[in-house]
């Protein structure tokens, strides 16, 4: 309990460490922001929404207010939920950009994460058990070479041949054109089945890692005293390969999902600009081309935030899964 | 032959001691063939000599791009459109580039930035990461508590919205942003390791006899992990070759200018992908694919310099060493 | 030496009980590439129903391969390439996957040497026992958990404690945890390797008194393990002396203590100072265990035997190039040396 409340204590400075550097990056950029946003505007837009410059020149808020006083000012808007108004979708206001397209990245991020990450595991763990088997011999280096591609060169990969050439997927965007979202079967089939390419790239490129990190540790356990008297004991072999070896090598790797989550962001946005995709990583990548400050910057802060949910996630499944964390 | 002999460990059986940076004894020390110890460490492990063959390989490509490549890759000299052939041997854009100068010529942006990204960013973690070690306390806390926000805001996003702050594009922009981005890794992990090396006595004399803090740092501290923070640049370096042709991928570097990300820009960006042009993208990407594998495999061999256990068998190296420096590595007596 | 140990030994039991376990010509061989190390060299030892036969040696001898054999849990790259352990008159080696694993625990049992890493960390203690149980009958799991817990009791430990992670529990309780475990499912032997090596010398009687007890009421057999010799001629019944691969002599308890006839056990005796009596000046032996993967020739123990000497050209002669065999000599005692042959 006392270590969930560290790692708690921690992310929590981590995330007012994120939330300061946001606040200041207008601040420490080059130039003026505003001035590159307002040249990029159309002039029409600007006649149309006199107010749109106060809203982002209080954004922004470059030279006006002291450090201080807007430093506060800023906590508070985000305290209140208030991320300002996206320029490139005026007037709609941050949250709701952001509303519309997280739900289609979560979905995305987290079922392909978690899949790689039961693949992963699971053939790294078959692979040490016995080695220089066919798991071992086969798949091993397969997916340790799919994933030393960089994800964007794997995603181009997979869309010119998986999607074009053999035109098992479909390789644009979340859902058929002429849908609208809703909870109804013709939208989410549809947007399952867009899901699916993307869910498959990201599954293959990061399954190796896991597939390593697992497979390197089960070797180590594999030799432990109590695998060994599982064995003794009469044990059927996968419940030894599972229960004691597996639930025990798994931790190593787990403590490391945090960070892969990270990577995996990254990943993510890749996927998202080649497929089309309208999730949270494409609207960044529009946004930041685009200038949106407001838009961009708190995506940076979801993003953020998102790795911290995850990191915290992963402490709480190592406390339920490790029983020599939960004694003092 | 008394040369080879010391360097290595003595049998299967090594101390018990935690073997850390201090391994990489001091090349000016000991000499033989008239290679550095370090390199020829590197050449003997098959991976990492691997490696470095792919990795000047593609240096070498680069640098004699005006030979290579004779059309300029800016210039618009074929038809568009074309797969690979005897005049285009990586096929034209659909507007017209020959890929292969592209390719080629694109080279040298590439590995010239990813590799002053690397060095910046070393520098900053290398700096960052002994000094908090050293000098603990509150800069210790300070440093820390930047390092971990700099870990916890995913990399991608983050130079993205730089990127977004920052008008200019092109090489230098590139190198700054990864520069101040990526350092802190290397920071982490370089400070755990100075940690354990600041506790030794030589470094408590250093102190005690006065010399300043930097001193100590530069000439006590760091040049005993010196083979630990070349791991780390290495890293830093394919590291910064993905996430620099990423950016580049997702528009924001120079659009105009000739690197291997850029190049894949275009492809995505004129959709050549979905009209089948299959040669517009795979060449950048395998040549950043290979020279990532390079680097990686290179580390191996780095890794092995600052960890002796990771050593592998003598009788394999010392044979490739035989290769390298001509003369026959293999004893008399070993050859059984 | 006589007054070694302060209290009476056991004497050998008078009827004669049939063979649980024979090894013929047992081989076990580490096969490294490039490298074969013969870590047991045809070797022959009988475990009768109810005896408690003791297996002592230096580290590396091969006792523990033994123990390891005779469950057929040895890993790679250790393999059996000769020989038979026989079970009951059942050849083990010749046995299928799965009879195998119904064998293993039902019949013969093992305590392992460190129990600290022996029982599954992240499991409840109970949960392995019910793991166990579910492997060799059909059994529900509230069942199988009384079960457990009475047998924990019969330890001496909390039957609560069923409900506890290995980690809370003292190394003295995982012990006998372990010990329980291997009794679980009333085997006919338990081979037992240096299970008190790892405790202090309170908890190691402790532990030996109530293997004792519980040896009374469920009556198997056990192999004891280890290098201490001392605590085998308390204990054990018979003993088995072995040495680089071999066995080099076997004797009932009192037998060996009264009349130890190979050289290394004389010099093995001569290692423990008695616990009473006058202080005596210690004999060790010198040299160290030969690197298996080049024994000496003929009889192993030459180059530390003080009885090989080549002045005696012709013993010399065989000693470094025959290998000495089981001979026995006097009643259930087996030595193998030249010397004892030639009646010296």
Redesign the interface.
């Known amino acids: 309990m006392r270590y969930l409340l560290r790692r708690l204590g ?2 929590a ?3 007012w ?2 939330v ?2 946001n606040f200041l ?2 601040r ?4 003026s ?1 505003i001035d ?1 946003l307002m040249a990029r505007l159309p002039p029409s837009q600007l006649a149309a929404n006199p107010h749109m410059v106060e809203n982002l020149r209080a954004y922004l808020d470059v030279q006006q207010q002291p450090l201080p006083q807007a430093y506060l000012g800023y906590l508070k808007q985000l305290a209140t939920g208030d991320f300002g108004v996206s320029t490139s979708n005026f007037p709609a206001p941050v949250s709701d950009v952001i509303g519309r397209v997280l739900p289609y990245s979560i979905f995305l991020v987290g079922t392909a994460f978690l899949l790689s990450f039961l693949l992963g595991t699971t053939i790294g763990m078959i692979a040490a058990w016995r080695r220089g088997g066919i798991v071992d011999n086969l798949l091993t280096p397969t997916f340790m070479s799919l994933g ?6 794997s995603s ?2 997979a ?2 041949f998986l999607g ?2 053999l035109g098992w997927f479909p ?1 644009q965007h979340a859902y058929d054109l002429g849908l609208s979202p809703g909870f109804d079967w013709a939208f989410l089939s549809s947007a399952f089945r867009h899901a699916q390419l993307p869910i498959l790239i990201i599954v293959l490129v990061y399954a190796g890692g896991w597939l390593l990190g697992m497979r390197n540790v089960m070797i180590n356990t594999v ?4 695998v ?9 072999d996968w ?1 030894v390969m599972t ?2 070896a597996g ?2 090598a798994v931790l190593a790797p787990l403590t490391g999902f945090a960070a892969q989550f ?2 995996a ?2 990943g993510l ?2 996927i998202e ?2 497929f089309s995709y309208p999730g949270a990583g494409l609207t ?2 529009q ?3 685009g ?1 949106d ?1 407001p838009l ?2 708190t ?2 802060l979801f ?2 935030v998102c ?2 949910v995850a ?1 915290l996630v992963m402490d709480l499944l190592y406390v339920v ?4 964390v939960r ?1 003092g | 032959m008394s040369n080879i002999a010391p360097l290595e460990p003595v049998g299967p059986s090594l101390s018990d001691e935690p073997v850390g940076p201090l391994a990489l004894p001091s090349s000016r020390r000991r000499r033989g063939f008239g290679l550095p110890v370090w390199a020829r460490l590197l050449l003997g492990n098959r991976k990492s000599c691997a490696g470095i063959i792919v990795f000047a390989g593609i240096v070498g490509a680069a640098v004699a791009a005006p030979w290579l490549a004779q059309n300029s890759p800016t210039d618009l000299v074929g038809l568009p459109g074309q797969p690979p052939n005897r005049d285009f041997w990586f096929g034209t854009t659909d507007q017209g580039y020959d890929v292969f100068s592209q390719v080629v010529w694109g080279a040298r942006t590439s590995l010239t930035v990813a590799a002053c990204a690397a060095i910046a960013s070393t520098v900053i973690a290398t700096t960052l990461g002994l000094l908090a070690a050293y000098s603990g306390g509150w800069i210790d806390d300070v440093i820390n ?2 390092t ?2 700099f ?8 130079l ?8 200019t594009r092109g090489p230098l922009i590139m190198v700054l942003i990864l520069g101040f981005t990526t350092w802190a890794i290397e920071a982490r992990i370089l400070r755990s390791q100075a940690l354990s090396i600041v506790k030794r006595d030589f470094v408590q004399a250093a102190k005690v006899a006065g010399e300043g803090t930097w001193g100590i740092i530069w000439r006590e501290i760091m040049p005993n992990m010196v083979s630990r923070i070349a791991a780390g640049f290495v890293f830093v370096f394919y590291g910064s070759i ?1 996430f620099a ?2 950016l580049e ?4 570097g120079d659009v105009n200018g000739t690197s291997w990300g850029v190049i ?1 820009y275009w ?2 960006n004129n959709s050549t ?2 009209q ?1 042009a ?1 040669w517009h ?2 060449f950048p ?1 395998l040549a ?2 290979l020279t ?2 390079a680097l ?1 495999f290179i580390n191996y061999g780095v890794d092995e310099l600052s960890n002796p256990r990771l050593r592998g068998p003598r009788r394999k190296r010392r044979a490739l060493l035989g290769l390298v420096s001509g003369r026959p590595a293999v004893r008399a007596e070993e050859a059984r | 030496m006589t007054d070694m140990l302060d209290h009476p030994m056991r004497e050998a039991p008078a009827v004669e009980k049939e063979s649980l376990v024979e090894l013929r010509e047992l081989v076990v061989d580490y096969e490294i590439p490039g490298r074969r190390v013969r870590a047991i060299d045809h070797i022959d030892l009988t475990i009768h129903a109810g005896e408690i036969v003791g297996l002592a040696g230096e580290s590396g001898c091969g006792k523990t391969t033994t123990g390891n054999a005779i ?1 057929q ?1 040895l ?1 790679e790259p250790a393999r059996i390439t000769n020989g038979q352990i026989l079970f009951q008159g059942e050849d083990l080696v010749a046995l299928s996957r799965e009879q195998l ?6 019949n013969v ?2 305590v ?3 129990a600290m ?7 409840r203690v109970g949960d392995q026992f019910v ?2 149980m579910h ?2 009958q059909r059994i529900s799991k509230r069942h199988a958990l009384a079960q457990a817990g009475e047998l924990l009791r019969m330890v001496g430990i909390d039957p609560d404690r069923t409900r506890s ?1 290995p ?2 529990l003292s190394g003295g309780m995982r012990q006998r945890v ?1 010990i329980a ?1 291997a009794l679980a499912l009333k085997p006919e032997l338990v081979i037992m390797d240096e299970p008190t090596t790892a405790l202090d010398v309170v908890v190691q009687r402790e532990i030996l008194q109530q293997i004792d007890a519980l040896k009374r009421e469920l009556d198997f057999a056990v192999l004891f393990i280890t290098h201490d010799l001392s605590l085998l001629l308390e204990f054990a019944d018979r003993i088995a002396i072995m040495y680089a691969g071999e066995i080099v002599e076997s004797a009932p308890a009192a037998e060996l203590y009264r009349a130890p006839q190979h050289p290394y056990t004389q010099g093995l005796m001569g290692s423990f100072p008695p616990l009473t009596g006058p202080i005596e000046r210690m004999i060790g032996i010198p040299g160290s265990p030969p690197d298996l993967s080049n024994p000496p020739t003929g009889c192993r123990f030459h180059p530390r035997c003080p009885h090989c000497r080549s002045e005696d050209a012709v013993l010399y002669e065989r000693q470094i190039a025959d290998r000495p065999v089981l001979k026995p000599v006097g009643t259930d005692h087996l030595v193998a040396c030249h010397l004892v042959e030639e009646g010296l």
């Open positions: 921690f992310y400075i981590a995330l460490g994120a300061t550097l990056l207008p420490l950029a080059p130039g922001p590159g030393a591609f960089p994800a964007f060169f181009l990969l869309v010119y074009l050439k390789i030799e432990e005293d109590y060994g008297l599982a064995h003794a004991k009469g044990l059927r419940r229960h004691y639930r025990n990270g990577s962001v990254g946005i890749f600009y080649v960044l990548q946004a930041a081309l200038s400050y961009a910057q995506l940076l993003f953020a790795v911290l990191n899964l490790d029983p020599r004694t | 508590l930047i971990n926000v870990l916890v805001i995913p990399t991608l996003p983050l993205i919205v730089i990127s977004a702050f920052v008008p993905i042709a990423g991928f997702l528009g924001f894949l492809a995505q992908v979905l089948g299959w993208f795979v990407g950043i694919a990532v594998a990686v | 469950l849990i890993r694993r119904r064998f293993r625990w039902r049992s093992m392992f040497q460190s890493n022996s029982l599954n960390p992240v499991m793991d166990m492997a060799h992670y980690h809370e372990i475990m």
